[in-house]
């Protein structure tokens, strides 16, 4: 199976900066894009940015020149880099992948998401 574990959440003030990590572990064989979505109370859950396995970058336009995405294709490892937070930015951040994972006959390709971890920006 694959697992997609989160971490780097909690709570900042206004103007500061956290970053957030996710690991994908198990039978994986290749993964694509990888992502992080987000979830405010009573609202949908949003793309906040996104990344390619070849590098390329997508954000929302909130988070444009603030938030910076990369990734370890080594360690099978997307991060968040968030600076300059803001209360709004207040929401459970979700990490997204599509992997191909093994199979006994093969692999199948599929999106997987983690746990979500809370962030939390006070004014």
């Known amino acids: 199976q694959v697992q997609l574990v989160e971490s780097g959440g909690g709570l900042v003030q206004a103007g500061e900066s956290l970053r957030l990590s996710c690991a994908a572990s198990g039978s994986i064989f290749s993964i694509n894009a990888m992502g992080w979505y987000r979830q405010a109370y009573e609202k949908q859950r949003e793309l906040v940015a996104s990344?390619?396995?070849?590098?390329?970058?997508n954000y929302a336009d909130s988070v444009k020149g603030r938030f910076t995405i990369s990734r370890d294709n080594a360690k099978n490892t997307v991060y968040l880099q968030m600076n300059g937070l803001k209360p709004e930015d207040t929401a459970v951040y979700y990490c997204n992948a599509n992997i191909a994972r093994y199979t006994g006959s093969g692999y199948h390709r599929g999106d997987y998401w983690g746990q979500g971890t809370q962030v939390t920006v006070s004014s």
């Open positions: 990344i390619t396995s070849g590098g390329s970058t």
